[in-house]
């Protein structure tokens, strides 16, 4: 059995499981209960807990009332570290973090196994963040639960809406997709930048996230076309960036959480 142990812990987040715990349960108590239906997506933010932990933490908590039906987690982000064609799954067949271990549902990529953008493709999963720091969220939140893991490199929002849909499922099934706003503008022109993003995410308008406006625009720009096609609307969560939480204003990364439902 191959298992991927955590890249990022001890960085992003505590290598201690009950400081995890604890930090956690911290963010989840300070963020306000989500308005509306449960939600059959989210996109969550992607940084150091310090930084972007609190508004992740908005995502996770729109979960509470449907969290004993959730069994798969169908995870999209940004490649940071390899840059590839296509759309990759990794071999691992389990994730481990200070909390434990996640099993990674392999059987689901079987459904994926005739699209010429997906292939099996570890180098990109190395030391990947993006995915790895949504996981002590999910096992805090959740009950029994698998994922499935994917890496967006070069590809259109058509081709991951694609993947999406193949992997859709009914209510058992979360689609949460990872990523960050805008990077390393000052704290005023992060706020503009990231406020019409948030419209454009709000009007589920793909064409509108433009290369700066967020690290993971593609795989976000396939979950709202798919949302769009599945009549769901968007709840902005959450909007805030590190200026807010835990970094200074002459630099920030902004961070937003969303449910589609």
């Not at 729109?62 to 959730?70: G, N, Q, W, Y």
């Not at 196994?113 to 493709?121: G, I, N």
């Not at 193949?166 to 990872?178: D, F, Q, V």
Request: proline residues 7%.
């Amino acid at each position: 059995m191959k298992i991927r142990q955590p890249a990022v812990a001890g960085l992003f987040y505590p290598a201690d499981s009950r400081a995890l715990r604890a930090q956690i349960e911290g963010f989840l108590r300070s963020a306000k209960p989500a308005p509306g239906p449960p939600p059959k997506a989210l996109v969550s933010p992607h940084a150091g807990y310090a930084y972007s932990g609190p508004v992740a933490a908005s995502a996770y908590r729109a979960l509470e009332s449907v969290a004993d039906r959730i069994r798969r987690v169908v995870m999209a982000g940004p490649s940071h570290r390899v840059g590839f064609r296509g759309i990759a799954y990794g071999e691992a067949e389990r994730l481990h973090t200070p909390l434990g271990a996640v099993e990674v549902e392999h059987g689901a990529y079987a459904a994926l196994a005739d699209l010429p953008q997906v292939r099996r493709y570890e180098a990109p999963f190395e030391g990947e963040h993006c995915l790895e720091v949504q996981l002590p969220f999910l096992q805090m939140v959740l009950g029994r639960f698998s994922v499935v893991p994917l890496l967006v490199g070069e590809a259109t929002s058509e081709e991951v809406a694609e993947v999406l849909e193949r992997l859709w499922g009914g209510e058992e099934t979360l689609i949460l997709i990872s990523s960050d706003l805008s990077h390393y503008l000052d704290y005023r022109s992060a706020r503009e930048r990231d406020a019409k993003t948030t419209r454009a995410i709000e009007g589920l308008l793909p064409e509108a996230i433009s290369y700066d406006d967020a690290c993971g625009r593609v795989p976000l720009a396939g979950l709202l076309r798919q949302a769009r096609r599945h009549g769901l609307h968007a709840h902005t969560l959450d909007l805030r960036n590190s200026g807010d939480t835990a970094g200074p204003h002459h630099q920030v990364v902004g961070y937003g959480a969303y449910a589609f439902a």
